[in-house]
């Protein structure tokens, strides 16, 4: 994928079909943070949607069907994929034009959460699971940028003033 677009497959639906679909754009890292994202099936499985993620096998099969956006890696310590990102997410945003933007990181989430807020589409960005006692680095560079900020565990809405907590995603 790695920038380039990944259509969905012919006659695949895009949304539930339903009056109140949303065009939703979902971005993340590959593996565990996909997998996390993934889990929330029963809620993006009803709107139009979009993602933006790592261009890997498991992501090729997770998502067979949807359209997706391979995303530029590694993020971290990286100024040209920061950048390449950026390029990125203006694009898919320009060409989209998504009421909400969902992410729960890694590094890729940044790009997409400040463009977001500059084009006025709201942000919502889910605290991953495994960090429960400590701030993600992500988690803290998204917060001012999130207009809903969701946690997975009532420990972690301490590290993050305002947060809701969800429940797991596992």
Known sequence: ??????????????????????RVLLVCSAGGHLAQLHRLAPWWSQH????????????ATLLAGE???GAYFPTTRSVKNLIRNFVLGWR??????????????????LPFFVLARLFGIRT??????????SR????????PFSDLFLVQWPEQQRLYKGSVTIGTLY
């Not at 993602?51 to 498991?58: L, R, Y």
């Not at 919502?124 to 006692?133: I, K, P």
């Open 124 to 133: 919502v960005y889910v605290e991953v699971y495994d960090r429960v006692t």
């Open 48 to 59: 139009e949607r979009v993602w933006v993620t790592g261009s890997t096998a498991d992501a």
């Open 67 to 69: 359209t997706t956006y």
């Open 136 to 143: 993600t680095l992500t988690g803290r560079l998204c917060r």
């Open 92 to 109: 898919v945003l320009r060409r989209h034009r998504p009421e909400v933007v969902v992410s729960n990181g890694a590094g890729i989430a």
């Open 1 to 22: 994928m790695g920038g380039n677009e990944k259509e969905r497959a012919p006659g695949a639906p895009s949304n539930g079909g339903g009056a109140s679909a949303h």
